[in-house]
């Protein structure tokens, strides 16, 4: 029998921390109560102009191959989970393949799940570890959303981050990624999202993103909640048995509330959001390589990790570490 195994992890925050008071000294109408208060969000990284997915991307992966003591080369597969791609085509995985020097010829392609994007792009490289088709895949979460907020609105431009995470997942006997469940239902789509795009050389409709924030709120809670039962119940294994949940960081109040659900204490949540923010598709791998490097996640562990984004699509994956 063939498993994935996450092998190593990795992360890149670009510059450094703007704070909540930064943002009002650059004349956005807030305050650091108001955001801290509503989505315990005290800080986050904002990319420079010339910075986009693929650089955040690279230096993730670079980190996430040496930890997991291989080469660029022994790679075979690149996904990519983004909806901040550098353009809209070659994907942004290929442009990490070309970053990285990998001349092998691997596959290389994008996910598009937005804040789900990670778990998504995970569970197929699993998919494609398991089938025995491919035995190193590189799984990367890279966003600059800062590129698709409208700093005129105060309700949603103070909630995110930019950043990218990385993963390598390679084949193994033992058991890696243990149970994992994704799902979308694109009736919702109108509650958050980026209704525009190019043509003819012009921006067609809104360049921005547009949430209808507590429509998102009570969506998220609900289904984060059930899909986390989900792969428990996949498993066979009981909320007990998880040492860490590690959800997407998108508010400190839908992550406890996740957390309450599951009957899990707060002490056994991966939370970076109070200083990353909302970093989209990028916010699971970064709370994971961050909580690996600061000695929380060790190996022999198991984690649920879990996303709700756009579309909407939500998923989870039970794995043991
Ligand atoms: N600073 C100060 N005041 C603000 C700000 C701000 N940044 N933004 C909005 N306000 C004001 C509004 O204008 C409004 O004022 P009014 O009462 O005078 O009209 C007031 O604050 C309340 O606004 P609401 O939108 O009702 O605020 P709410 O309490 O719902 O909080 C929030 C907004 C934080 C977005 C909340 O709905 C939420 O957490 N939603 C979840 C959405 C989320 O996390 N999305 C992340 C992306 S989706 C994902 O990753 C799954």
Redesign the pocket.
């Known amino acids: 029998m063939i498993y994935a195994r996450i092998a190593g992890t990795g992360s890149c925050l670009p510059g450094n921390p703007v704070s909540n008071d930064d943002l009002v000294a650059r004349g956005i109408d807030?305050?650091d109560e108001?955001?801290v208060t509503?989505?315990g969000i005290h800080s986050r990284h904002l990319a420079a102009a010339d910075v986009g997915a693929s650089d955040l991307a690279r230096i993730a992966a670079e980190h996430a191959i040496e930890a997991a003591g291989c080469e660029p080369e022994d790679i075979d597969l690149i996904i990519v989970a983004t909806s901040t791609p550098d353009y809209i085509f070659p994907s942004t995985a290929a442009l990490v393949q070309a970053k990285l020097g990998i001349r092998n010829g691997c596959a290389a392609f994008d996910v598009q799940a937005v804040?789900s994007g990670f778990v998504y792009a995970l569970s197929v490289a699993e998919k494609f570890i398991r089938s025995g088709s491919h035995a190193r895949a590189l799984v990367i979460g890279a966003e600059v959303f800062s590129r698709i907020l409208d700093w005129s609105d105060?309700?949603t431009c103070?909630?995110f981050g930019d950043g990218a995470g990385a993963v390598v997942l390679e084949a193994s006997e033992r058991p890696g990624i243990r149970a994992s469940s994704l799902h979308a239902d694109g009736s919702h789509h109108p509650i958050?999202c980026v209704p525009g795009g190019v043509a003819s050389g012009q921006v067609i409709g809104d360049p921005f993103l547009r949430?209808d924030?507590?429509a998102?709120?009570k969506f998220?809670v609900k289904v984060l909640g059930d899909v986390a039962l989900q792969v428990l119940e996949q498993a066979g294994e009981e909320a007990g048995s998880v040492d860490w949940l590690i959800p997407?960081q998108?508010?400190i109040?839908?992550i406890q509330a996740t957390a309450k659900r599951l009957g899990l204490p707060m002490e056994r949540v991966i939370t970076t959001v109070g200083h990353h923010g909302?970093t989209?598709a990028a916010s699971i791998p970064l709370a994971l390589d961050e909580a690996v490097r600061g000695g929380q996640v060790h190996r022999g562990q198991r984690l649920i990790i879990e996303g709700?984004?756009g579309g909407f699509t939500w998923g989870a994956a039970l794995i043991d570490f």
Request: hydrophobic share 50%.
């Open positions: 807030t305050s108001w955001i509503r989505s804040c105060r309700a103070v909630l958050l949430m924030g507590q998102v709120f998220a997407h998108a508010n109040r839908i909302n989209s709700v984004g």
